[in-house]
């Protein structure tokens, strides 16, 4: 089955197999299944379109590059390889999933959904803005509904862990780069740490 799928030829026993598995997906924790695209401007186009029937909170993340490679089609070419896109944009109930490991429990496939972007500065005290009233940077007793700035707010995700638990977990930035072994950084890349939305490219 798998060798027909490769060359695109499938038989009519293996399409029938293939939609004898077809049943209702289970999604009891809140999180749709992954979809498996094979190019990631599929990835791309199927994520924009999730993405834009949610009404909700978004940030717009924009990667900052650097290295010492200066002809900028090398330059975008070894940048394409990394799967930190130039441009991530976040909404408030987007699903998630993690591409690298983080620690023992939330490792890369770890799925989650964005619940509020927060000041890392002020995450998990007395001063983070859990409510979203916009009283960030004011003790509870003090907090009044003013307007406050978010352009340095990035997205709290919760993920479902194993047993059926839940972790929250503020999502910062990380650098990939590619690194000669002298030392020199061709390509870099500073983005949103170890996220995409949705769907993953079939590798």
Known sequence: MLNEMRFGRLSQESIARFKSLSRPIN????????EL???REDVERSNNGRMSHLQTEQKDYLASDGGT????NQREKMLANFMAPKKLVLRVGAQVMLIKNMDDMLVNGSMGKIL?????????TDYDDVDGSGNA????SERKKTATTKDMFMPVVEFSVPNRGRREVLIVTET???????GEVQV????????IIWLCPRT
């Not at 490679?69 to 900028?72: E, T």
């Open 37 to 39: 695209f094979p190019r």
């Open 176 to 182: 990939w780069k590619v690194e000669l072994p002298s």
């Open 69 to 72: 490679i200066a002809d900028p």
């Open 188 to 195: 870099s890349r500073i983005q949103v740490w170890r996220l």
């Open 116 to 124: 509020r972007f927060a000041d890392p500065a002020l995450y998990g």
């Open 137 to 140: 940077g004011k003790p509870k």
């Open 27 to 34: 999604d009891d924790d809140g999180l749709g299944a992954t």
